[in-house]
């Protein structure tokens, strides 16, 4: 699967981003999905994750009950609904593709930029 992401930008602290990340492929729906994000000088962390049907959702402390992940199995894309974004959510966000059968994919990252 190949996955492409976009819908980073730069946003006041405060504002809202919805990140998108579009795969190819058949089997769109048998992956579990995730977003993880890389600040500067830091490590790739998670954020958040959806199971292959959308009916479980998970979320790292640091974004739970501002951020949204969700799924369009039929437009194989999944999307994260950032709000009341602050600056330590600056950084490149990543989507992810994991399947016990196919193993785990990474799509390019987009930039978010979270002004003060």
């Known amino acids: 699967v190949q996955l492409q992401a976009s819908g980073g930008g730069l946003v006041q602290t405060g504002g809202s981003l919805r990140l998108a990340c579009a795969a190819s492929?058949?089997?769109?729906?048998?992956?579990?999905m995730g977003w993880f994000r890389q600040a500067p000088g830091q490590e790739r962390e998670f954020a958040a994750a959806?199971?292959?049907?959308?009916?479980?959702?998970y979320y790292s402390e640091s974004v739970r009950g501002r951020f949204t992940i969700s799924r369009d199995n039929a437009d194989k894309t999944i999307y994260l609904q950032m709000n009341s974004l602050k600056p330590d959510d600056t950084g490149v966000y990543y989507c992810?593709?994991?399947?016990?059968?196919?193993?785990?994919?990474w799509g390019q990252g987009t930039q978010v930029t979270v002004s003060s």
């Open positions: 992810k593709a994991v399947s016990l059968q196919s193993g785990a994919y």
């Open positions: 492929g058949r089997t769109f729906n048998s992956y579990a």
């Open positions: 959806i199971d292959w049907s959308g009916g479980s959702t």
